[in-house]
């Protein structure tokens, strides 16, 4: 992944004045409807973290590949495909949270849009991802959305970095901790950048005002790039 050019893109179509204010539009469920390139699927992520998917995805060098962890019914991974060139896919969920999270409703979610050959994917704990076998081609974009507690959202940051390509994206879901989501995120991944001797960088951190903001980045966003 081009860092540079990332970051040229992103302003591009985030630009700085409006990126962390609410596009009110986005609430509107038939503006929405009309947007989403998956409309037919739940998830839970906003318009705007689904552009930025995509927006990450279409920048991936060639030989490079995207993971997942954490899918739910893989609205983001569809969101990050979808008219996009293709790249190779690895994800990971245990479906050990929320009662409508299933491998098979994934599985229907990505064969609706002709992509479930298109994912390798598996049902695990993202400890288990961690291996050679598994990721057998260089990361050049991360989504991080497993759990986010402190030493979980630790490991996911510090266990990832040799698997990841010379220059990598890492995004970090649920950046924002409050009481309506308890989430660690952002400090356990910036302790970990820490501990990793300099190699990470905190690029953007884009904001929600609750959890589930669908005018804003739902419950926030960091958005990290590694270089080696």
């Known amino acids: 992944m081009n860092i540079s050019a990332f970051e040229t893109a992103f302003a591009d179509r985030f630009p700085l004045t409006t990126r962390n204010l609410p596009s009110y539009e986005f609430w ?24 930025l998917l995509h927006l990450a995805f279409g920048l991936l060098a060639e030989g490079e590949a995207y993971l997942e962890v954490g899918t739910y019914q893989g609205k983001s991974l569809l969101s990050a495909m979808l008219n996009n060139p293709p790249r190779p896919v690895f994800a990971c969920d245990n479906f050990s949270q929320f009662d409508d999270n299933t491998a098979g409703q994934l599985r229907k979610n990505l064969a609706l849009y002709g992509l479930l050959e298109s994912v390798v994917f598996r049902d695990c704990d993202v400890a288990d991802m961690f291996t050679a076998e598994r ?6 974009l991360y989504f991080y959305d497993g759990a986010h507690d402190y030493d ?29 989501s308890q989430s ?3 400090a356990a ?38 270089k080696r």
């Open 135 to 140: 990721l057998p081609l260089p990361i050049g």
């Open 189 to 226: 991944s910036e302790q970990a950048a820490r501990d990793s001797g300099g190699h990470w960088r905190v690029l953007y951190e884009l904001p929600a005002r609750f959890n589930g903001d669908r005018a804003m980045w739902w419950n926030g966003v960091g958005v990290l790039s590694y």
């Open 152 to 180: 979980s959202q630790y490991q996911a940051i510090a266990r990832i970095e040799p698997f990841l390509a010379p220059e990598a994206l890492v995004l970090v879901d649920d950046w924002r901790f409050a009481e309506d």
């Open 184 to 186: 660690h995120a952002k």
């Open 28 to 51: 509107d469920p038939i503006v929405s409807q009309r947007i989403d390139p998956c409309p037919e699927v739940k998830g839970m992520l906003s318009i705007k973290k689904q552009q």
